[in-house]
């Protein structure tokens, strides 16, 4: 007696438990049956599609008014120089300075480079720039830079050559200075060597007149 009270018993929740289901899922599937509606799709797919459509039209002409005001300041040196061969125009790469045939030639003008009072005269044909007489070249020191060239200088000009230092890289500062150096140094030789033959000679010299009152 008391199994059967408990077996109605569990019958019945579990029926009033699947009707309850059964409710839920039919609320669902009226729900989704609303979602399906052609009608509901088509007004609210619409509505969308033209909203999509008007921010994307926005966003084009913005981004093309951008190209057309930085248009301008993108073209590359190619395309200008394209664009004026077209036209007729003059090439604007031939503004571009020619590289210079003498070291510091940037500092040129018709073909005299002035520094700090000191004026250095441009020789294409040595690539050289030179200060002082070049005349005789045996009082010339002729001086390789770091760029290639060189520096040619009078040794009367030395002084004249200490107020123009500052325009010379630190590198052509050692150069120079290391090629003044060393010239005075053969210099300083080489008028020993003349006072010894000097000397000599004047020693063969006189003893020549001795010999001669000898004689006598």
């Given at each position: 007696?008391?199994?059967?009270?408990?077996?109605?018993?569990?019958?019945?929740?579990?029926?009033?438990?699947?009707?309850?289901?059964?409710?839920?899922?039919?609320?669902?599937?009226?729900?989704?049956?609303?979602?399906?509606?052609?009608?509901?799709?088509?007004?609210?797919?619409?509505?969308?599609?033209?909203?999509?459509?008007?921010?994307?039209?926005?966003?084009?002409?913005?981004?093309?008014?951008?190209?057309?005001?930085?248009?301008?300041?993108?073209?590359?040196?190619?395309?200008?120089?394209?664009?004026?061969?077209?036209?007729?125009?003059?090439?604007?790469?031939?503004?571009?300075?020619?590289?210079?045939?003498?070291?510091?030639?940037?500092?040129?003008?018709?073909?005299?480079?002035?520094?700090?009072?000191?004026?250095?005269?441009?020789?294409?044909?040595?690539?050289?720039?030179?200060?002082?007489?070049?005349?005789?070249q045996k009082q010339v020191i002729n001086i390789?830079?770091?760029?290639?060239?060189?520096?040619?200088?009078?040794?009367?000009?030395?002084?004249?050559?200490?107020?123009?230092?500052?325009?010379?890289?630190?590198?052509?500062?050692?150069?120079?200075?290391?090629?003044?150096?060393?010239?005075?140094?053969?210099?300083?030789?080489?008028?020993?060597?003349?006072?010894?033959?000097?000397?000599?000679?004047?020693?063969?010299?006189?003893?020549?007149?001795?010999?001669?009152?000898?004689?006598n």
């Open positions: 007696m008391r199994i059967s009270t408990a077996t109605e018993s569990i019958r019945k929740t579990f029926t009033t438990n699947t009707t309850a289901r059964s409710r839920h899922f039919s609320g669902i599937n009226s729900g989704s049956a609303r979602t399906d509606n052609p009608k509901w799709m088509t007004s609210e797919g619409n509505m969308l599609q033209r909203l999509v459509e008007a921010e994307a039209e926005e966003l084009k002409k913005q981004s093309a008014a951008e190209t057309e005001e930085d248009a301008p300041r993108d073209r590359s040196e190619a395309a200008k120089v394209y664009e004026m061969a077209c036209n007729g125009g003059k090439n604007p790469l031939s503004a571009i300075r020619t590289a210079p045939k003498v070291p510091y030639g940037y500092m040129a003008k018709d073909g005299v480079i002035s520094y700090n009072g000191v004026e250095f005269i441009c020789d294409e044909k040595t690539n050289s720039i030179c200060l002082g007489d070049m005349t005789d390789p830079l770091s760029g290639g060239g060189h520096l040619k200088v009078n040794r009367a000009n030395i002084g004249q050559l200490s107020k123009a230092i500052g325009m010379f890289s630190p590198e052509d500062v050692n150069l120079i200075l290391r090629a003044i150096h060393l010239d005075a140094k053969l210099q300083s030789v080489q008028n020993e060597v003349e006072d010894l033959e000097a000397g000599v000679g004047e020693e063969i010299a006189s003893g020549g007149e001795a010999d001669k009152t000898d004689l």
